[in-house]
């Protein structure tokens, strides 16, 4: 059992230091003759370097920092660079050339006032460039919260209130980020099209299944129609508006649904070029995402003798917490009382959901997981002895707690009999954390300075398992 707590810890890992943005920005960006070039080939439309061109720098996320850290070992010291980088606490580093401000808490994914203090002093300096300076955006996970600047009359807090709500009410990063998108200057392309240098290059590591780059950060650099009917249905759905929680914000939506059509905003390709109206040239480059991770760990596992099976999240599936943890019980109980005696390693992307009841506990949705798979498997005992389950964010923050996410095998499983620990009741009440805690099956990294969503891993060592008294044939609920 350790052999496989070894090695899922190793598999994490390896997906976390894949992802890292300064090893990305080192492997996929480099300059050559005073032109910066991806995987080698010149940008489009080019980014020239040269005297007396401005070179800012700014943006968010919990990979920033590093990103920050990289752009400056890419670019060369001769050329100016300026520029200010959000982050969460804990993910602030000291740089000679880039200021990198804390704006948040660590653990609270949700905008401060410092964060749109912040947000304000970069669209300040995009909008005091000339046409022939030059700016870096970077875009990362987490962005959303850190990249702030409602529109006015919008308060602060109840933005905080409608995405809390929105979040504990099972609504998806889409849906998040359409209505933070409605009422924000800086969202939907807004970060764009402040900017009036000639130039700007929007630098990509990606927390959201399928890398829709107007999702990501909600798409600060990117020209989406960010509809106020469609903000307020949202609203509606999931009882915003009928709950009172942000009466502002509703009224704002209304206005804007009555008063007009929304303005086409400007067309742009698949790979996220456009032109602003000002004239600034805008193209994307995606350097990390949650497939780089998936890939990395299944690396690590075949390293260690596992037969492995990747799984890249599929965009259009919604799943949830419950589901997820059900469905990786049902498969690894199979798999461990089946004929075969390979080692198997199952490794998948995603970023389920969870709806939280009105009255809960503590916990994450990678906590949850790995909660549900414990309560799923306790109806089925014994926990095969050769069964490992882990859920794990990659950014190591699970929801407000102290975890990066859980993990459970057969020593998890007996220290909660041991216990008397009521698992079904923490899967219900959404308090996963603790009952993890006294079990030991957190898994707690602290901040990793990265973020590409989650990582399910399944590690079956048929050779561990342990006989049982009947074959288990149920299937998840």
């Not at 080692?343 to 990678?366: F, M, Q, Y």
Request: charge should be negative.
């Amino acid at each position: 059992m350790a052999a496989l707590r070894d090695d899922a810890e190793a598999i994490w890992q390896a997906a976390i230091r894949a992802v890292q943005p300064e090893r990305l920005i080192a492997s996929r960006l480099r300059i050559d003759d005073g032109q910066l070039l991806c995987d080698g080939r010149p940008l489009d439309p080019p980014l020239l370097l040269g005297p007396g061109r401005r070179l800012v720098a700014v943006g968010g996320g919990k990979a920033a920092a590093g990103m920050a850290a990289g752009l400056e070992q890419l670019i060369p010291a001769g050329h100016a660079l300026e520029g200010l980088i959000g982050v969460p606490v804990g993910c602030g580093r000291a740089l000679p050339r880039l200021e990198v401000r804390e704006v948040r808490p660590a653990g609270r994914n949700e905008p401060t006032e410092a964060c749109v203090a912040a947000t304000k002093q970069m669209l300040a300096m995009l909008g005091q460039l000339a046409s022939d300076d030059l700016a870096l955006a970077l875009i990362t996970g987490g962005g959303s919260a850190i990249l702030t600047a409602p529109q006015p009359g919008i308060p602060l807090s109840e933005l905080v209130a409608t995405t809390r709500w929105l979040s504990e009410h099972g609504a998806d990063i889409s849906q998040l980020n359409r209505v933070r998108q409605a009422v924000s200057l800086v969202k939907a392309g807004g970060l764009a099209r402040s900017c009036r240098g000639g130039r700007l290059v929007v630098l990509v590591i990606s927390d959201v299944i399928g890398d829709p780059l107007a999702t990501i950060s909600s798409g600060p650099c990117m020209p989406v129609a960010a509809t106020a009917s469609e903000a307020l249905a949202i609203l509606e759905q999931f009882g915003v508006v009928a709950a009172g929680v942000a009466p502002a914000i509703a009224a704002h939506l209304k206005r804007a649904a009555a008063s007009h059509s929304p303005v086409p905003p400007a067309a742009a390709l698949p790979s996220g070029r456009w032109q602003t109206p000002a004239g600034c040239e805008v193209s994307h480059h995606l350097l990390g995402s949650n497939a780089t991770a998936v890939e990395a760990a299944a690396a690590e596992a075949a390293s260690r003798g596992y037969l492995v099976h990747r799984r890249h999240a599929d965009p259009a599936a919604r799943e949830t917490a419950n589901g997820v943890g059900q469905r990786l019980a049902a498969e690894g109980l199979a798999a461990a009382r089946g004929a075969s005696r390979q080692r198997i390693a199952i490794i998948e992307g995603g970023e389920a959901t969870v709806s939280l009841p009105e009255k809960h506990g503590l916990g994450g949705r990678n906590q949850q997981t790995v909660a549900a798979a414990l309560a799923w498997l306790q109806e089925r005992p014994p926990w095969p002895s050769g069964l490992l389950i882990a859920s794990v964010g990659t950014d190591g923050e699970d929801g407000p707690t102290s975890a990066a996410g859980g993990v459970a095998d057969a020593t998890v499983a007996q220290a909660i009999v041991d216990a008397g620990l009521r698992v079904s009741e923490a899967v219900r009440c959404c308090d996963a954390f603790p009952l993890l805690k006294d079990a030991g099956g957190l898994i707690q990294t602290g901040p990793t300075g990265t973020n590409v969503a989650d990582l399910h891993i399944l590690l079956i060592d048929p050779s561990q398992a342990n006989p049982t008294p009947q074959e288990s044939t149920a299937q998840p609920d």
